[in-house]
């Protein structure tokens, strides 16, 4: 639970205990600090505050109550039995948040709960119970919070996973799940995790970036941006390709918003994330095998369904296995505009992926025709990547022009230089076009888009 304010209470406290000596196991003395002491003993008093609670609320009734007044009945009996236990002195604002907490507990995730409300929080790592960590504005960052022990990790875990139907055990280890907010979870317990439990929260933002929240941020520039929009709406097919957290769904969500809305859309995701705006959206997702090994349904699945829905667009949400295939020939075959991500470090390594995902999922196709294929089913590779200070840009945008014997040809077209970290650690860099005029601009001519007769001047240089 969050202690920040008791914390702050105990300082005086902290001071006067000075540091406290014990032996381990081994007789060795281990210091720990006067402060460690006063939250466990705080976390003691919490848990049987919280027994307490169970024992005299009628569970079968909670989810009889509206929020609101569950909300104040706990308050209510709460603050009944902390009149009837005084095992830890509270002032009045302590007790207002020890109540918060206990609602947490109850309602909602423990600890976590606080942090799920801050929207500024983009993920929360718990390495178990004693450290949850969160990034903030690409920056991770140790919060005061923490589980009284991995049996109250566990707890909050299985009530997440039990939520959506799945199961976490020794005999099924490591778990994917969805919070209500559509939150992304993934948890691993032991024996996997030889510390304890691991949980890992990738927040779901409530309201999506869009590409006027781009600009502001610097990821791209405003030739950038329209270029972008002009590339969905003349259905180039593009992947987009960075490493873990350097926004691939962000920028996703971002283009399809330039999909008209006259159009059909299937998304295919393992943890819907994607959020479309338009009215015409068909939602897929993947569903892992149950106890008996079955019922298993993967993204290839999923993807060889869609083409039978009559998609005029279709955005997987990361290609990572055998649908790679699959979405190339769906990108050869008429539904073109088609949008994916994958992960990997530069365009030229995306490119060897998919090939590389090809080869292992079992078609025994030659490496020349599985290259050409790729070439001729993408049209635009954008790169991403996060940076020294957590900020996120578009370093690369490149075009797949052909092949040149073996080798798939690629030509840059914009691109992001780094030039150095000001005082305050901020990366400074600059945005410019290379010069090359791209192929698919007389798809722009002949769809009616007009193109700037400078958008590509590479005299044109933005320095940030």
């Given at each position: 639970?969050?202690?920040?304010?008791?914390?702050?209470?105990?300082?005086?406290?902290?001071?006067?205990?000075?540091?406290?000596?014990?032996?381990?196991?081994?007789?060795?003395?281990?210091?720990?600090?006067?402060?460690?002491?006063?939250?466990?003993?705080?976390?003691?008093?919490?848990?049987?505050?919280?027994?307490?609670?169970?024992?005299?609320?009628?569970?079968?009734?909670i989810n009889s109550f509206n929020e609101p007044s569950l909300k104040q009945e706990i308050r209510r009996m709460v603050e009944k039995i902390l009149l009837e236990d005084n095992g830890f002195p509270l002032n009045a604002n302590e007790r207002e948040q020890f109540v918060r907490e206990i609602q947490d507990e109850v309602m909602g995730l423990g600890p976590l709960e606080p942090l799920m409300r801050d929207t500024s929080v983009s993920d929360i790592l718990v390495n178990t119970?004693?450290?949850?960590?969160?990034?903030?504005?690409?920056?991770?960052?140790?919060?005061?919070?923490?589980?009284?022990?991995?049996?109250?990790?566990?707890?909050?875990?299985?009530?997440?996973?039990?939520?959506?139907?799945r199961r976490i055990d020794e005999s099924s280890p490591m778990v994917d799940a969805r919070l209500a907010d559509g939150s992304r979870v993934n948890a691993i317990i032991p024996p996997l995790a030889i510390d304890g439990p691991i949980l890992s929260i990738r927040r779901f933002a409530i309201d999506p970036l869009e590409l006027g929240d781009l600009l502001t941020l610097k990821t791209i520039t405003t030739e950038i941006g329209e270029l972008l929009k002009n590339i969905v709406k003349v259905r180039l097919n593009v992947l987009i390709s960075?490493?873990?957290?350097?926004?691939?769904?962000?920028?996703?969500?971002?283009?399809?918003?330039?999909?008209?809305?006259?159009?059909?859309?299937?998304?295919?995701?393992?943890?819907?994330?994607?959020?479309?705006?338009?009215?015409h959206v068909v939602r897929l997702e993947t569903r892992p095998p149950n106890i008996e090994g079955k019922g298993e349904v993967t993204a290839r699945d999923l993807v060889r369904n869609s083409l039978r829905m009559r998609p005029d667009r279709i955005i997987l949400g990361e290609v990572r296995g055998s649908e790679?295939?699959?979405?190339?020939?769906?990108?050869?075959?008429?539904?073109?505009?088609?949008?994916?991500?994958?992960?990997?470090?530069?365009?030229?390594?995306?490119?060897?992926?998919?090939?590389?995902?090809?080869?292992?999922?079992?078609?025994?196709?030659?490496?020349?025709?599985?290259?050409?294929?790729?070439?001729?089913?993408?049209?635009?590779?954008?790169?991403?990547?996060?940076?020294?200070?957590?900020?996120?840009?578009?370093?690369?945008?490149?075009?797949?022009?052909?092949?040149?014997?073996?080798?798939?040809?690629?030509?840059?077209?914009?691109s992001f230089e780094q030039t150095g970290i000001d005082s305050e650690g901020a990366v400074k860099g600059r945005f410019r076009a290379t010069g090359i005029r791209p192929k698919f601009v007389e798809r722009f001519k002949t769809a009616g888009v007009p193109v700037p007769s400078d958008m590509f001047n590479p005299d044109k240089v933005y320095e940030i």
């Open positions: 639970m969050s202690m920040l304010s008791f914390r702050k209470s105990s300082e005086a406290k902290t001071a006067r205990l000075g540091t406290y000596n014990e032996k381990n196991a081994n007789g060795k003395n281990t210091n720990t600090s006067a402060q460690t002491i006063i939250g466990n003993a705080y976390q003691e008093f919490k848990t049987r505050i919280h027994n307490r609670l169970l024992d005299n609320i009628d569970l079968s009734l119970y004693q450290q949850i960590y969160v990034e903030r504005f690409g920056k991770l960052e140790l919060t005061e919070g923490r589980f009284k022990d991995n049996l109250h990790l566990r707890r909050i875990i299985d009530k997440i996973v039990s939520a959506v139907g960075g490493g873990t957290g350097t926004g691939k769904t962000t920028l996703l969500n971002v283009l399809s918003r330039f999909i008209p809305g006259s159009e059909r859309i299937v998304t295919i995701e393992d943890s819907a994330e994607l959020q479309m705006k338009q009215e790679v295939l699959d979405m190339l020939q769906a990108m050869n075959t008429g539904h073109d505009g088609s949008l994916s991500t994958i992960h990997a470090n530069s365009t030229r390594d995306a490119l060897t992926r998919l090939e590389t995902l090809i080869a292992i999922s079992g078609h025994n196709f030659p490496g020349n025709a599985i290259r050409k294929y790729i070439g001729s089913a993408l049209d635009v590779v954008l790169q991403l990547a996060r940076l020294a200070d957590g900020s996120r840009k578009i370093i690369s945008i490149e075009e797949i022009t052909g092949m040149e014997g073996e080798v798939i040809t690629m030509q840059e077209i914009f």
